[in-house]
């Protein structure tokens, strides 16, 4: 799996043997996930591989990594766990109704000041989640939080969307130095 990261990995990827499900995807629909979006998205689609990049609110890119097949919750766990030496204050995910529980499972710990949020973009598919995941809750009560671009990610994967064709004709190697001068060029602007 390829990777680029602006900050230095600081810890290995964790292992906990003694969660039973940890690092299968959830495939069911009847099964232990209740938000509607996660599997009309990617479970239903077994969507295949991509670019998992991490963005902050100003739309500059941190970095990112290849994923072999559609992006989970462990994605996005392990390139905070791995890569940054503090959790986030805020994680704003497509999936954070989700992501939350996940990451305090597995490092309670390391996420216990991180608020999961959804997007405002990503709510009207969440109908069966509680209103505490939503952004739009948060920035109601302390209007500073409704000045977080929470589409910085949307737009700067739009902007990956442009060399996704390109990178599927390529080796690994060359891919991640692609998408390594892209998104350096990217931040530039």
């Excluded at 600081?10 to 979006?37: F, M, W």
């Excluded at 890569?83 to 996420?111: H, I, M, N, S």
Aim: net charge neutral; with cysteine; charged share 20%.
């Amino acid at each position: 799996m390829g990777s680029w990261y602006t900050l230095p990995q600081i810890r290995r990827q964790p292992v906990y043997p003694h969660l039973k499900h940890d690092g299968k995807a959830e495939v069911n629909k009847e099964g232990s996930v209740t938000c509607q979006k996660y599997y009309d998205e990617y479970s239903q689609k077994r969507l295949t591989g991509d670019i998992m990049a991490c963005w902050c609110s100003h739309s500059i890119c941190y970095g990112f990594h290849c994923i072999p097949i559609a992006e989970g919750q462990n994605d996005v766990f392990l390139a905070l766990v791995t890569q940054w030496p503090k959790a986030p204050d805020q994680v704003v995910y497509d999936f954070a109704c989700a992501l939350g529980p996940y990451c305090w499972t597995r490092e309670p710990d390391y996420f216990a000041d991180t608020q999961f949020v959804i997007d405002r973009f990503h709510l009207s598919r969440h109908t069966k989640c509680s209103n505490a995941s939503f952004l739009k809750t948060y920035a109601d009560v302390d209007p500073a939080l409704s000045k977080i671009n929470s589409s910085a990610a949307e737009c700067g994967n739009s902007g990956l969307a442009h060399i996704r064709k390109s990178i599927s004709y390529m080796g690994q190697e060359r891919a991640i130095l692609y998408c390594w001068v892209f998104l350096c060029i990217w931040n530039c602007q």
